[in-house]
């Protein structure tokens, strides 16, 4: 029994020590294997201790009776334990209620240990370790009532983690979608007024706008309800937006792509709207269109390990005198946000105000 009560203090001392890595393991769908896991565990640890225990009393065949009865009375106590008694009171924070179930159970399994027990001794053999008997009874109702407990509420303390985890997931996914449905009205906004400018000027390729207008609707409708898209479509998408503000000031922009590995572009899945954010805040801070040395670059390259994505632009007038701390573009905490959900702590995003130019820099761990 004093071997079961250090082997009890180690497993909690062990429980408490990689508690959040349990908890880690309980997100991640695998909690109801591993809370199985620690019972099945605690009853094999406890069933050999008990096996012991009885045969330092008596002999064979009353020690399996023994050993049988106390397996019976305890897997009862232990499910009362767990699956109502801290559910009933500890749950609901009714402490003093708690701790007397608690005590009117360990006295009641003890009282019914000893009274039964001595009966699968017919030799009489615990007349003379009466002491050891009385301490090894109290001290095994003692731990199964400790470690039921103990697991119970854990798992309590689980269940809220996962309902806050829950609810952050869902709070994260209404801001994204918030996030999208802001996005889209504002660049097809754009585009519409770039097809009403240009149908007044006679040499404009009105058609050709409406076609860029129609893949950037297929975007909006098909593409950025889902997860993922390729990033050669998101790539096609920029360059839709990009073509009508060239139709717009008849090809004299300064935007120039560089897009590497194409394989790699058309293997690789990233949320939607994550590339055409930056480009469009590109668009809406560069002053393209209106001063004449604008310009935006847009980069995407493959390393060993991870993709890279890059916006370069100039910076109108108005913004550089205007934030001379830094430029931050529209959206930049929700894309944080959609990435963060994504790719945790794969990804890094870096956009910095040098002079007149800003760099915008997103790195994603393949």
């Known amino acids: 029994m004093v071997l079961l009560i250090n082997i009890v203090i180690l497993l909690i001392a062990f429980r408490l020590l990689f508690e959040q890595k349990i908890i880690n393991g309980l997100m991640n769908k695998q909690w109801s294997n591993l809370i199985l896991f620690q019972h099945l565990f605690f009853f094999s640890i406890y069933t050999i201790a008990i096996i012991f225990n009885a045969l330092?009393?008596?002999?064979?065949?009353?020690?399996?009776?023994?050993?049988l009865f106390t397996i019976v009375v305890n897997i009862a106590l232990y499910v009362i334990c767990y699956s109502y008694l801290v559910g009933a009171y500890y749950q609901t924070n009714k402490y003093p209620e708690y701790i007397l179930y608690a005590l009117i159970l360990f006295i009641s399994s003890s009282l019914l240990r000893l009274l039964i027990e001595p009966e699968f001794y017919p030799d009489h053999?615990?007349?003379?370790?009466?002491?050891?008997?009385?301490?090894?009874?109290?001290?095994?109702?003692?731990?199964?009532?400790?470690?039921?407990?103990?697991?119970?509420?854990?798992?309590?303390?689980?269940?809220?983690?996962?309902?806050?985890?829950?609810?952050?997931?869902?709070?994260?996914?209404?801001?994204?979608?918030?996030?999208?449905?802001?996005?889209?009205?504002?660049?097809?906004?754009?585009?519409?007024?770039?097809?009403?400018?240009?149908?007044?000027?006679?040499?404009?390729?009105?058609?050709?706008?409406?076609?860029?207008l129609s893949q950037?609707?297929?975007?909006?409708?098909?593409?950025?309800?889902?997860?993922?898209?390729?990033?050669?479509?998101?790539?096609?998408?920029?360059?839709?937006?990009?073509?009508?503000?060239?139709?717009?000031?008849?090809?004299?922009?300064?935007?120039?792509?560089?897009?590497?590995?194409?394989?790699?572009?058309?293997?690789?899945?990233?949320?939607?709207?994550?590339?055409?954010?930056?480009?469009?805040?590109?668009?809406k801070h560069s002053a393209i269109?209106?001063?004449?040395?604008?310009?935006?670059?847009?980069?995407?390259?493959?390393?060993?390990?991870?993709?890279?994505?890059?916006?370069?632009?100039?910076?109108?007038?108005?913004?550089?005198?205007?934030?001379?701390?830094?430029?931050?573009?529209?959206?930049?905490?929700?894309l944080k946000r959609i990435l963060t959900a994504k790719y945790a702590d794969q990804y890094k995003l870096v956009d910095e105000l040098l002079n007149k130019t800003y760099f915008a820099t997103l790195k994603i761990k393949i």
């Open 56 to 67: 330092y009393f008596t002999d064979m065949p009353y020690a399996i009776y023994s050993v």
């Open 125 to 212: 053999s615990i007349d003379n370790k009466q002491n050891l008997f009385l301490i090894s009874v109290y001290g095994s109702q003692s731990i199964v009532i400790l470690v039921a407990s103990f697991l119970g509420i854990s798992k309590h303390k689980f269940l809220i983690e996962y309902d806050y985890k829950n609810l952050e997931f869902k709070k994260n996914e209404t801001d994204l979608n918030l996030m999208k449905s802001k996005i889209n009205p504002h660049f097809l906004l754009n585009t519409l007024n770039n097809i009403y400018s240009g149908s007044y000027n006679s040499q404009s390729n009105t058609s050709e706008s409406i076609l860029q």
């Open 216 to 283: 950037l609707l297929q975007y909006v409708i098909y593409e950025t309800d889902k997860n993922e898209i390729s990033i050669q479509k998101e790539f096609e998408m920029i360059k839709a937006l990009a073509g009508l503000y060239q139709l717009k000031y008849n090809n004299t922009l300064h935007i120039n792509f560089e897009l590497n590995d194409i394989e790699i572009q058309e293997q690789l899945e990233i949320p939607p709207s994550v590339y055409f954010a930056l480009f469009e805040n590109a668009l």
């Open 289 to 334: 269109g209106t001063e004449k040395d604008a310009y935006i670059k847009v980069q995407f390259d493959k390393t060993e390990d991870e993709i890279i994505f890059k916006v370069t632009n100039s910076i109108s007038e108005g913004d550089h005198n205007g934030n001379n701390q830094g430029y931050k573009g529209m959206g930049t905490a929700a």
